[in-house]
């Protein structure tokens, strides 16, 4: 069925719901609500005020509920509404879902999934308009998945809800509702950990995620560049394997996130193919990303995120490398 990635979200938590009792979903208004972008609408009729539980304004109180819930045996799913928000939440994410594996050496884990929403372009402020992925991926303990299309959002959130160790979902705002895809009505999983190759080119590897991921197809298009992209699905763990095989084989490089630039995941790609394919390289390794300022004002942010002009430029410079 076509869906856009609110209504696959929703499929996927149903589903998750359906097949796991100990499944629970806890955010501020997820359920009278259904989630400020209504990802979980309906599910509160479905599984009860017991399962599907609206929470105080407490990103904190949230996530350190949820951590007791996975540690007392149940499978919570929260969501901080915004991404910004969940900075309030970091010392339980940090400090304890992240190290329980490590602390009880694997006598315990924390299975939860804490989803939010990220990133810009929908002219929302500044908290609301964060990608925070580098923050969560440089702690180990933490998985850290983002989706791009809706196919791969139900497949990806089902996948993380089998996991036993905490997960970070975050779901790009702007793509919730831009394009419906096919999306199967029953289970199905996307492995986390392995890329996705969105287009096989020859000339040139373009590594990126979430919100970039059509910005760059449609660049590319609109160039006829031979570009393989190559859509990571999760930054961490990294599919290291699918961006160095694809640097191999073209000889040029370039990252594209939306996230600011100094010290941002593409930065870690760039060191990798550095270390493992730089003999390969027939440019340098090229980033495109956003300033490295705070998240400005509505009205700037088509100067701050990377967009289709950006990009073409960026594949017009390497080329000529």
Same mark, same amino acid.
């Given at each position: ?153 139900? #497949?990806?959130? %089902?996948? &993380?809800?089998?996991? !036993?160790?905490?997960?970070?979902? =975050?779901?790009?705002?702007? +793509? ?89 995941? #593409?930065?870690? %790609?760039? &060191?990798?193919?550095? !270390?493992?394919?730089?003999?390969? =390289?027939?440019?340098?390794? +090229? ?35």
């Amino acid at each position: 069925m076509m869906q856009n990635m609110v209504g696959a979200l929703n499929s996927a938590l149903d589903i998750i719901l359906q097949e796991d009792k100990n499944a629970v979903l806890l955010g501020e208004d997820i359920a009278k609500d259904g989630g400020v972008f209504r990802v979980t609408d309906g599910l509160l009729a479905k599984y009860g005020e017991g399962r599907v539980i609206d929470t105080p304004l407490s990103e904190a109180g949230i996530i350190g509920t949820a951590i007791g819930m996975a540690l007392g045996g149940l499978h919570p799913i929260p969501e901080i509404q915004f991404a910004g928000f969940m900075y309030l939440a970091f010392d339980q994410l940090i400090n304890h879902a992240a190290r329980y594996r490590s602390r009880t050496r694997s006598a315990r884990s924390v299975p939860m999934v804490v989803r939010t929403p990220v990133s810009g372009g929908v002219r929302t402020l500044e908290h609301h308009s964060d990608s925070p992925e580098l923050y969560y991926s440089h702690v180990g303990g933490l998985v850290v998945v983002e989706p791009s299309n809706p196919y791969d959002a139900k #497949g990806l959130l %089902i996948r &993380a809800s089998h996991m !036993e160790d905490p997960v970070v979902f =975050l779901e790009p705002t702007k +793509l919730y509702r831009l394009f419906k895809q096919d999306v199967p009505e029953g289970q199905y999983e996307v492995p986390i950990g392995k890329a996705s190759v969105v287009r096989p080119g020859d000339d040139l590897s373009i590594i990126t995620w979430g919100t970039m991921v059509p910005v760059v197809k449609n660049a590319v298009e609109k160039k006829g560049a031979n570009a393989e992209i190559i859509d990571l699905r999760t930054i961490s763990p990294m599919d290291e394997s699918a961006i160095i095989e694809s640097v191999k084989k073209t000889g040029r490089a370039m990252i594209v996130h939306e996230a600011q630039l100094s010290f941002g995941a #593409g930065a870690e %790609i760039a &060191a990798r193919i550095a !270390e493992k394919a730089i003999f390969e =390289l027939d440019a340098p390794v +090229l980033r495109v990303a956003s300033d490295s300022l705070p998240y400005p004002y509505p009205g700037y942010e088509q100067y701050y995120i990377p967009n289709e002009a950006k990009v073409m430029q960026a594949i017009d410079k390497i080329m000529a490398e």
